[in-house]
């Protein structure tokens, strides 16, 4: 036997939805207890301050919503859930977590942009042509090699058709 089955670390999206549902807690709970809402700058102070003390993205949460929402009006849990749904979070957390998955299995580090868009361009055009130019190279020294051996049948080939021509001259003389 083995111990207790291991549960499952929590996806994106759930992790997502309990930081959203932590803040909008804890700011409500801060506007019940007396502490300023959102409406003034006191509050935009107490949301960042909260914020910061959470993850990082409780601070876009509570930057984005104090820009968007600057009356103080909070949003009722089917307007949140609404916009949740709306966002298709689920399949976009999915999909993040299937190019995360894709990437532990690369060689190569992914390409970044410099800066500088000549060197971009080059840096993602040099490896194609590269590799083009080798996969030319392989089908030009696949060809040479046929042609070779086309010219080495062509010269067979005329070899036999020589030594036909003397066997028919010979015969011919034979018969006269």
């Given at each position: 036997?083995?111990?207790p089955?291991?549960?499952?670390a ?14 909008l ?10 502490d ?6 006191r ?6 301050g909260?914020?910061?003390?959470h ?6 949460v509570?930057?984005?919503w ?10 009722s849990?089917?307007e ?7 966002g ?7 999909s993040?977590?299937?190019i995360v998955?894709?990437a ?13 868009p ?14 083009h130019?080798a996969y030319?190279r392989?089908v ?11 010219a ?8 036999r058709?020589?030594?036909l021509?003397?066997l ?8 006269q």
């Open positions: 036997g083995g111990g089955p291991v549960a499952a929590p996806g994106r999206a759930q992790v997502f939805a309990t930081v959203v549902d932590t803040f807690e804890k700011l409500v709970a801060a506007g019940r207890d007396g300023s809402m959102p409406g003034d700058s509050g935009v102070a107490f949301i960042q909260q914020a910061r003390a993850k990082q993205s409780d601070v876009c509570g930057s984005v104090v820009l968007l929402n600057p009356c103080g009006v909070l949003p849990q089917e949140i859930q609404e916009v949740k749904d709306e298709n979070l689920e399949v976009l957390f999915n993040l977590d299937k998955e894709e532990k299995n690369r060689e190569e580090p992914a390409w970044r942009p410099s800066g500088i000549e060197e971009d361009v080059r840096s993602a055009v040099v490896p194609y042509l590269l590799k130019r030319l392989k030009l020294k696949q060809k040479e090699e046929e042609n070779r051996k086309v080495e049948s062509v010269l067979a080939g005329r070899d058709i020589a030594e021509q003397q028919i001259q010979a015969r011919k003389r034979a018969w």
